[in-house]
């Protein structure tokens, strides 16, 4: 079987849980820039830009193995911080006082931009069913759970947005 190596030199096998829960976030990355790739809105745009950027601090530390953790610290690499839940609990009301309209719970589909979106809400759900499983099996800040959870929940946000917006 291949192994593959964690921050620090760590060997692991491929299919370690560590391994699969960073790759799902590297996934949600990419599904992220081709929704930003296709958004149409500016606050939209610029938000998922910003996202991308704290999903690589989270891979960083997802790609560290408990043993390392302290030396991950010291060496002071970014971490995710509780201003940037806050930064997400605050879009999430800004965009909540917009005048979205959907019907019932909404199908994906409505345009490519928001379609986009939703695949990345899909993504950052199974990321966050991955990062639940490793915190039962190693020690984990527990913020990692709270920021992907409110990402899901700003993404289905946002690509109603996105088609309310459009449709106007």
Known sequence: MGKTGLMYGRRVEKFDLRVETY??????????????????????QNELLL?????????????????????????KYPKLGPEMLQHL????????????????????GA?????????????CRRAERLVTKLAAVNEMD??????????SDLLWLMARYTETRLSL
């Not at 690589?56 to 060496?75: F, H, I, N, S």
């Not at 345009?111 to 993504?123: F, I, K």
């Not at 527990?142 to 990402?151: A, E, P």
């Open 89 to 108: 609990d605050d879009l999430v009301a800004q965009i909540e006082k917009e005048k979205i309209t959907f019907d019932g719970w909404a199908t994906p």
């Open 142 to 151: 527990l913020l990692v759970i709270k920021y992907l959870n409110r990402l």
């Open 23 to 44: 790759g799902t976030v590297d996934e949600l990355n990419a599904a992220l820039g081709l929704a930003r790739a296709h958004a149409e809105l500016p606050l939209v």
């Open 111 to 123: 345009s490519v931009a928001s379609a986009a979106l939703d695949v990345a809400r899909t993504v």
């Open 51 to 75: 996202i991308q950027k704290q999903l690589v601090a989270l891979m960083g530390e997802l790609a560290v193995a408990p043993e390392d953790a302290a030396r991950y610290q010291k060496d």
